[in-house]
């Protein structure tokens, strides 16, 4: 019951407490206007012109923090709240979205490594969920036999494979991040000052890439301590 709670239950506290200061810090900043009134969208432009970059395309998407950067179709998507905005937030957000379309321009290993794990990551995902949700019940139903057994090992390769693409993600978001906050002092869209906002958001929403990596890991260390209790009834 103790490792269920620390593999389980803690990292999914854990996941809600992001999730809790992302909705926290977003909301607080969305408030705040910045000084030179510039909109995501405008930041996001600005800070792609400074990297050279011309050839992609930023659209107004809905849907709340649903921002991102298409790297296969050059797009970069802005939810309306950061397209129209010109909050702390919004700006920060645009800029951060802005600085993965910086990485794609210089080529950066990373990124390119975490654009090879998607297909894989794609299919990954419901494999885990459906092995989470049933593959424990359906293996303790049919005791250690071979197919109880195999339904965990997929569990876990799927697992593994999710672990890893949220490994590569994090490196990936830390520095669109440290890019785009360094672009925003450096063109002047923000004064050093209002950095504690732009800080504040992007810090937030970083935390809920390491929960989502801390949940995936205990959920992978669960399974395979299933399995390995599985494995030595069946010796």
């Known amino acids: 019951m103790l ?3 620390s593999l389980i239950i803690v990292p ?21 206007p910045s000084r030179g009134r510039i909109t995501g969208r405008e930041a996001a432009a600005a800070v ?27 797009r970069l998507a802005l939810s309306s709240d950061n ?21 794609q ?27 989470m949700s049933f593959g424990i019940v359906l293996a303790s139903l049919l005791g250690a036999k071979a197919l109880g057994v195999m339904i965990l090992q997929l569990g876990v390769v799927a697992l593994v494979v999710i672990a ?18 360094l672009q925003l002092v450096n063109l002047g869209i923000l004064e050093q000052d209002e950095m504690k906002g732009v800080n504040e958001t992007l ?8 929960a989502a990596f801390v949940a995936t890991m205990g959920n992978l260390l669960y399974l395979l301590m299933v399995l390995s209790g599985g494995s030595r009834r069946n010796d």
């Open 3 to 5: 490792i269920w709670i």
């Open 12 to 32: 999914l506290l854990f996941g809600l407490y992001a999730q809790m200061r992302i909705s926290s810090a977003y909301g607080k900043n969305l408030q705040i």
């Open 48 to 74: 792609m012109e400074s990297a050279g970059i011309h050839d992609v395309e930023i659209v107004e998407v809905e849907g709340k923090l649903s921002d991102h950067f298409d790297p296969v179709h050059k």
């Open 83 to 103: 397209y129209h905005g010109s909050s702390l937030a919004a700006v920060g957000v645009s800029a951060h979205e802005a600085g993965h379309a910086i990485q």
């Open 105 to 131: 321009k210089v080529g950066y290993s990373m990124m390119k490594f975490r654009q090879t794990l998607v297909p894989a990551a794609q299919i990954a995902s419901p494999v885990a969920w459906g092995v």
């Open 164 to 181: 890893l693409f949220q490994l590569v993600t994090l490196p990936v978001e830390f520095d669109a991040s440290r890019r785009a906050k």
């Open 203 to 210: 810090d937030a929403a970083a935390l809920t890439y390491v």
